[in-house]
């Protein structure tokens, strides 16, 4: 049983397009997250959701938009592709509730390509 | 804010060579510390992890300990395989959002 899964593991489009990418955990974790990793490996957190709200928007295009129909979903939209979007997408999962210590699961990432 | 600072790489080693990848922190608070490992077209997995000063991790023949005073939770392994070939990230969480080291690249040849 996948822990985190996302889906699609891959994803190749035209630029200008929109597209999503779903996130599923079922560990009954109440924080999601959603992170981006470049070509260097470096991650970067996009957003954070505790109890389908959200607690964290770093610096982000307002062209992503995350959606949280429930605790164990957290997807990301993401309108007018544009090249530098390329990337790895993390999504990943942990219990909070003000409990320090714990770790976070991640999905297996979805390899973005934009042409 | 909290920020994490690891070695950069790539770390080369031959097989059975002592490994240490370094890390510092800087937080407010007292944060717990992890390593996670990222394998090829893999996402990360934990690798060990330390909620206090003075704790140890261990695991799979890796560890690191928490040393507040010099804030810092280096990784170690008295002997690499060359399946131990991997990005390492060092993190701390301290509230909500853990924060990533940028990666360390290691690679192990036979």
């Known amino acids: 049983d996948t822990a985190v899964s996302q889906t699609p593991k891959y994803l190749v489009t035209q630029m200008g397009n929109d597209k999503s990418i779903k996130c599923e955990q079922n560990l009954g974790h109440d924080t999601m997250y959603w992170y981006k990793q470049d070509s260097k490996k470096f991650l970067k957190i996009m957003f954070s959701?505790?109890?389908?709200?959200?607690?964290i928007n770093e610096t982000v295009p307002n062209r992503f938009s995350p959606k949280s129909p429930d605790k164990a979903h957290l997807n990301l939209h993401i309108n007018s592709l544009e090249l530098g979007d390329s990337a790895v997408y993390f999504c990943a999962s942990s219990q909070d509730s003000g409990t320090e210590g714990t770790e976070a699961f991640f999905g297996q990432g979805t390899r973005l390509t934009v042409v | 804010g909290n920020s994490v600072t690891q070695m950069e790489g790539p770390v080369t080693l031959s097989e059975e060579a002592f490994l240490t990848i370094n890390c510092t922190y800087t937080?407010?608070?007292?944060?717990?510390l992890f390593w996670y490992v990222q394998y090829p077209g893999e996402g990360l997995q934990l690798l060990l992890k330390a909620t206090k000063a003075d704790d140890k991790g261990s695991n799979k023949g890796f560890e690191a300990t928490y040393r507040k005073e010099t804030t810092s939770f280096h990784l170690e392994k008295g002997s690499v395989q060359v399946s131990d070939s991997a990005v390492y990230f060092c993190a701390l969480k301290g509230s909500y959002i853990p924060t990533f080291g940028r990666g360390t690249s290691l690679i192990v040849h036979p």
């Open positions: 937080a407010t608070g007292y944060p717990s």
């Open positions: 959701y505790n109890n389908k709200e959200l607690i």
